[in-house]
């Protein structure tokens, strides 16, 4: 069993004064790494890394030094729930330079790096820290804490048309209650074509339920034929009955 992480990541510094992120990041040296616990969105689809052969998920954990595995949950292969989001992140000059996050139930094998870790730092703070600092890099831990969902929503607006794409991205896989607004929001305004197209890929990474009726609703004929026909493919892409219903009706109505 992969446990070498866990066991180091218990044996590491621990300090029980409250503090956010950036000033427990103030506290160690360039190079030197931080981790905390926060609360998870969903105990069920946590990070953690693993080796994919042929598409099947073979041995699980991660390493703080970088490393060929593939990072990311599976809805067809989970592993038991997580109880919290483990963040670690590397200080750089300013700020962090590298981040980790993964369910508590996923090994870390922090190898030689030093790691301090932090017991009270709370959610709220470390969604700030994250949305404050966002890149590309950071969103997977943002949309993985318990209610990083809004935060998410209002970088999907950020004046960065990558970060933009990417935070949309990360809200249809964390499926937040007001996804399907913000994503609309961006489909009908957004001056980019390709933060366009990943918001409508972005609503196809919804539960069927909530995916198929909005793309349905995008091939009508009043929307823009960019939408139908990226609305139209990512739905085709869907493996669920009720989209060969939509596509039966489709066939059968006048053109």
């Given at each position: 069993?992969?446990?070498?992480?866990?066991?180091?990541?218990?044996c590491s510094v621990s300090f029980?004064?409250?503090?956010?992120?950036?000033?427990?990041?103030?506290?160690?040296?360039?190079?030197?790494?931080?981790?905390?616990?926060?609360?998870?969105?969903?105990?069920?689809?946590?990070?953690?890394?693993?080796?994919?052969?042929?598409?099947?998920?073979?041995?699980r954990g991660c390493l703080l030094?970088?490393?060929?595995?593939?990072?990311?949950?599976?809805?067809?292969?989970?592993?038991?729930?997580?109880?919290?989001?483990?963040?670690?992140?590397?200080?750089?000059?300013?700020?962090?330079?590298?981040?980790?996050?993964?369910?508590?139930?996923?090994?870390?094998?922090?190898?030689?790096?030093?790691?301090?870790?932090?017991?009270?730092?709370?959610?709220?703070?470390?969604?700030?820290?994250?949305?404050?600092?966002?890149?590309?890099?950071?969103?997977?831990?943002?949309?993985?804490?318990?209610?990083?969902?809004?935060?998410?929503?209002?970088?999907?607006?950020?004046?960065?048309?990558?970060?933009?794409?990417?935070?949309?991205?990360?809200?249809?896989?964390?499926?937040?209650?007001?996804?399907?607004?913000?994503?609309?929001?961006?489909?009908?305004?957004?001056?980019?074509?390709?933060?366009?197209?990943?918001?409508?890929?972005?609503?196809?990474?919804?539960?069927?339920?909530?995916?198929?009726?909005?793309?349905?609703?995008?091939?009508?004929?009043?929307?823009?034929?960019?939408?139908?026909?990226?609305?139209?493919?990512?739905?085709?892409?869907?493996?669920?009955?009720?989209?060969?219903?939509?596509?039966?009706?489709?066939?059968?109505?006048?053109?």
């Amino acid at each position: 069993m992969y446990t070498r992480g866990l066991l180091l990541i218990l044996c590491s510094v621990s300090f029980e004064a409250s503090a956010d992120p950036q000033t427990a990041l103030r506290s160690v040296a360039p190079g030197e790494w931080i981790t905390y616990r926060v609360e998870l969105e969903d105990p069920l689809r946590a990070s953690c890394c693993f080796e994919l052969t042929h598409r099947t998920v073979g041995k699980r954990g991660c390493l703080l030094v970088e490393g060929p595995r593939s990072y990311g949950w599976s809805d067809s292969d989970r592993p038991e729930p997580h109880e919290a989001l483990q963040i670690f992140l590397r200080r750089g000059g300013k700020s962090f330079d590298r981040v980790l996050a993964v369910g508590s139930s996923c090994s870390v094998d922090t190898v030689d790096e030093r790691v301090t870790r932090f017991e009270k730092i709370s959610t709220g703070s470390s969604i700030a820290f994250f949305e404050e600092t966002a890149d590309n890099e950071s969103l997977p831990a943002l949309a993985q804490h318990k209610g990083g969902g809004p935060a998410l929503i209002r970088l999907s607006k950020h004046r960065d048309e990558d970060l933009r794409g990417e935070s949309m991205f990360w809200l249809g896989q964390t499926q937040h209650l007001d996804t399907e607004t913000a994503l609309l929001a961006a489909i009908f305004n957004d001056s980019s074509s390709e933060v366009r197209k990943k918001a409508v890929f972005a609503l196809s990474q919804l539960p069927p339920k909530r995916a198929i009726p909005v793309l349905r609703g995008l091939v009508d004929a009043r929307h823009p034929r960019e939408v139908r026909k990226e609305a139209l493919f990512w739905l085709a892409q869907i493996r669920d009955d009720a989209v060969l219903a939509v596509f039966d009706e489709l066939l059968a109505s006048p053109r």
